[in-house]
C-alpha cells in the first residue's frame, strides 16, 4: 500500500444518501425496545412505542358550533318559538320540547329532538321571550355531529410518532392521561483534542474553546436523548482505547474531532484497530471524515472536529440515526426550493451544505463558509443543499433546509 492510500486519500468518497442509507440500516438492526408508560406531562418530545387507538367518539355527542338556539327545523314555519331550557357546555340537556327552542352555548350538547341550531346573530328575541328566526334554517347546521372527528377504534398516532405539543394535545383530547413511549436514547458525549479548554477557564497557548459539547449536549437533550455528558478526551491512542471502553451502558458514543488523517487523529484509529470501522469519508462539506464504527459493540459516531463539521454531520446524518434507533419512522427534513441569492462557481465534488438565510425571497450565504467558522451558522436560518457538481446562479431554485427541521 503505498503511503497516500494509507493516508485514505485513495478511497472514493461514499455520496450522502448512501452513508444515510447505512447508518439508517444500522439504526433499524438495533431498535431500542424498551418502553415506559409515562403521564403526558412527562411524554414531550418522546417516541410513540404502541399505536394509539381512540377509546371514543370525537365529539362523543353532537354539540354546538354556535353560540345561539337549538330548534327542530321542521318546527319552524317562519313563526317565533318559546325558550324551554338553556343549555351550557359541560350540562346534560332535557330532550326538546317539542314546538319550542332551547338557548344553546359553544360546546354544550344538542338536546335529543333538535335537528339544527342558529347563531344568535341570525335571531331576535320578542318581549315575551320567544325567538324570532331571520334567515332560513338547514338540517344540521351548526352541530358538530358525534364521532365526526374520530371514530371509537380508529388509529389516530402510530407508533414511532414523535410526541410534541399537537401529538399530546391530540391524545388529551381522546381521554389518555398516559401512553406507551419508547425509552430515551443514552448518548454519551465525548470532545477530543489536546487544544480543548471549557468556556469559563483562561486559555493556555495554543488552546481553544471547546464548542462542541455545548452545541452536541443541548441538541440531544432537544431531541430527548439521555446525555452521558463524557468531557475533554486528550488525543491519545491509549487513553482513547480506554475511554471508548469505560462509557458504560450506553447506546451511542458520539465525539466530535479525530477522525481525520491527522498524526493526532486517533478516534477512527481505535475504531480501525477494534476491526469495526463501518463508514468513513463522505462526499459531503463540511464533514467529509464522518466516522461509523463499533467499539466492543457500542455503535460510535465519530463527527469531524470543526464546528460548522459538527453541526451539519450532526443535523444531517446522526439526528435521523438518532431518531430511527427510537423507531421513528420519518426522518426526512423538509426542504423549501427556493430562489438562489449567491453565485456559486466552483462546482464541488461533495455535496455542500451552506449555512444561509432567506433575505426578501432568496437564499442568502454566509461570507465565510469555512468549517472552522460557527459564527456562520449563528447568522443563518438554515442550510442550502449545493449538489456535486452544480453551479447554481442568482434565481436558479436551490433546496433550503430551515435550521428549525433539524434542531427538534
Ligand atoms: N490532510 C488532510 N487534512 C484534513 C482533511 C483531509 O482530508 N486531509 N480533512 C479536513 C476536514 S474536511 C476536516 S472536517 C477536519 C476534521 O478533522 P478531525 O475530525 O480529525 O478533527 P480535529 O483535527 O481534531 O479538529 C479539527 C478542527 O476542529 C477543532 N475542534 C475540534 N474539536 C473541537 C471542539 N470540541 N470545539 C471546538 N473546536 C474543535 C480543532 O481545533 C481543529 O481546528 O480535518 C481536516 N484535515
Ligand atoms: O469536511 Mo471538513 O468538514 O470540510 O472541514
Ligand atoms: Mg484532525
Not at 160 to 178: F, N, S, V
Request: aromatic share 6%; net charge negative.
Amino acid at each position: 500500500m503505498t503511503a497516500v492510500a494509507e493516508a485514505g486519500q485513495a478511497r472514493p468518497l461514499m455520496p450522502v444518501e448512501q452513508a444515510l442509507a447505512q447508518l439508517l440500516a444500522l439504526a433499524e438492526a438495533a431498535p431500542i425496545r424498551e418502553t415506559e408508560n409515562l403521564p403526558l406531562a412527562e411524554a414531550e418530545g418522546r417516541v410513540l412505542a404502541t399505536d394509539l387507538v381512540a377509546s371514543l367518539d370525537l365529539p362523543p355527542w353532537p354539540n354546538s358550533a354556535m353560540d345561539g338556539y337549538a330548534l327542530r327545523s321542521a318546527d319552524w314555519q317562519g313563526q317565533p318559538l318559546p325558550v324551554s331550557q338553556r343549555i351550557f357546555a359541560g350540562h346534560a340537556p332535557r330532550p326538546l320540547q317539542p314546538g319550542t327552542c332551547a338557548r344553546i352555548f359553544t360546546g354544550a350538547p344538542v338536546p335529543e329532538g333538535a335537528d339544527c341550531v342558529e347563531m344568535q346573530e341570525n335571531t331576535e328575541v320578542l318581549e315575551d321571550g320567544r325567538v324570532r328566526f331571520l334567515e332560513t334554517l338547514q338540517t344540521g347546521q351548526n352541530i358538530r355531529p358525534q364521532g365526526q372527528e374520530t371514530r371509537k377504534g380508529e388509529q389516530v398516532m402510530s407508533a414511532g410518532t414523535r410526541l410534541g405539543p399537537i401529538e399530546l394535545g391530540l391524545a388529551a383530547t381522546l381521554g389518555h392521561g398516559r401512553l406507551d413511549v419508547v425509552r430515551k436514547v443514552r448518548v454519551a458525549v465525548l470532545s477530543t483534542g489536546d487544544e480543548l479548554v471549557e468556556p469559563g477557564l483562561p486559555l493556555g497557548p495554543g488552546q481553544i474553546y471547546n464548542s462542541n459539547r455545548r452545541l452536541l449536549v443541548s441538541w440531544l437533550q432537544r431531541l430527548g436523548c439521555d446525555v452521558v455528558d463524557a468531557g475533554i478526551l486528550p488525543d491519545d491512542l491509549a487513553r482513547t482505547r480506554a475511554c471508548l471502553g469505560s462509557l458504560g451502558d450506553v447506546d451511542l458514543i458520539l465525539s466530535t474531532g479525530g477522525v481525520s488523517v491527522g498524526e493526532a487523529d486517533y478516534l477512527g484509529a481505535a475504531l480501525r484497530e477494534a476491526g469495526e470501522l463501518a463508514l468513513w469519508k463522505l462526499a459531503i462539506k463540511p464533514g467529509k471524515p464522518l466516522t461509523f464504527g463499533h467499539f466492543q459493540g457500542v455503535p460510535v459516531i465519530g463527527l469531524p472536529g470543526n464546528p460548522a463539521s459538527t453541526l451539519v454531520t450532526f443535523g444531517l446524518l446522526t439526528r435521523p440515526y438518532l431518531l430511527r434507533r427510537q423507531g421513528v419512522a420519518d426522518v426526512t427534513p423538509l426542504r423549501f426550493d427556493m430562489p438562489a441569492g449567491f453565485d456559486w462557481h466552483k462546482p464541488g465534488t461533495r455535496r455542500e451544505y451552506l449555512r444561509a438565510r432567506i433575505e426578501q425571497g432568496r437564499v442568502c450565504i454566509y461570507k465565510n463558509q469555512s468549517s472552522g467558522v460557527l459564527r456562520s451558522a449563528a447568522w443563518a436560518e438554515g442550510l442550502v443543499e449545493v449538489r456535486e457538481g452544480s453551479t447554481p446562479k442568482p434565481g436558479d431554485s436551490v433546496p433550503f433546509i430551515p435550521f428549525s427541521e433539524l434542531l427538534g
